[in-house]
């Protein structure tokens, strides 16, 4: 699975640039979008550089 390090936010650009890409499981991107997208009820949050 592909996780973007920036969120792109519709930013077509962001979205395919393979630079901002990183290689994530399954169960990490899911976390992680949890924690920072305020999944679940959750705040939503900045995610760490």
Known sequence: M???????KG???????RSNWQP???VCNTR???ASEGG???PIREAAP
């Open 2 to 8: 592909v996780d973007h390090i920036r969120a792109p």
């Open 11 to 17: 930013d077509q650009a962001l979205f395919w640039n």
């Open 24 to 26: 994530f499981a399954r």
């Open 32 to 34: 992680k979008a949890i």
């Open 40 to 42: 679940f009820g959750r």
